[in-house]
């Protein structure tokens, strides 16, 4: 890991000052292709996904050196999933062998989705305070759990994935406000907003269909 972050030591220089903390240049490239990952995401192109993946490796680098190890571990597996995801949107088939579509979750989809995360949210925090020296164990595990749900949901193409996107928005913006990434605060907070077009566009959708 050590030799990783050397080898990106370049891209941890400053390239700008927002609201008096310095930007890596790390931070800046990864925020402009995760903004450009969500537009093509609300837009169902499959080209978001390449995107996605770049953006997760960057992120994961920038949030291991802050010691949110969860958040970080979190951008390897976005990583990975992308390029299931990926495959979903190009080649994934529903229940009924169609090629897959927005659709809403099922009642019980919806309670599986709950329960998976009410298991999966402390058990994560647990692993992080009794493994890592992360100081912010139930925050960090929270969006951490709830993220990995948001990123099976949106490879499906369920339109809830966007309400799990919003709450994993709001919270990760109060942490990273709390680790003094700035840029990722603005980034965040876009994020929210883009999630709520996300939802209602999907939604659209989903009823058009």
């Known amino acids: 890991m050590n030799a990783l972050l050397a080898a990106l030591e370049p891209l941890f220089a400053p390239a700008a000052t927002v609201w008096g903390a310095p930007v890596t240049w790390l931070e800046l490239v990864a925020f402009v292709l995760a903004i ?3 537009i093509l995401n609300i837009r169902v192109n499959p080209l978001g996904w390449p995107l996605a993946i770049t953006s997760s490796l960057l992120y994961f ?3 291991w050196s802050h010691r949110l190890y969860g958040d970080a571990s979190l951008q390897l597996f976005f990583a990975t999933v992308c390029l299931w995801g990926w495959w979903q949107w190009l080649r994934g088939t529903d229940a009924a062998g169609a090629a897959l579509r927005v659709r809403r979750l099922t009642p019980s989809g919806r309670w599986i989705v709950l329960a998976v995360f009410a298991v999966a949210w402390p058990a994560t925090g647990l692993f992080l305070r009794s493994y890592t020296d992360t100081d912010v164990p139930w ?3 929270f969006p951490t759990a709830a993220s990995v749900i948001g990123q ?6 369920y339109v809830e994935n966007w309400a799990v996107w919003i709450i994993v928005n709001v919270v990760s913006v109060t942490l990273f406000a709390y680790k003094g990434l700035l840029l990722t605060v603005l980034l965040y907070a876009v994020f929210v907003a883009m999630s709520v077009f996300g939802w209602r566009a999907w939604a659209r959708l989903a009823v058009a269909r």
Do not use: I, N, S
Request: aromatic share 20%.
């Open 36 to 38: 450009a990952m969500v």
């Open 61 to 63: 680098a920038l949030f």
């Open 139 to 141: 925050w960090d595990a």
């Open 152 to 157: 099976w949901l949106l490879g499906r193409k």
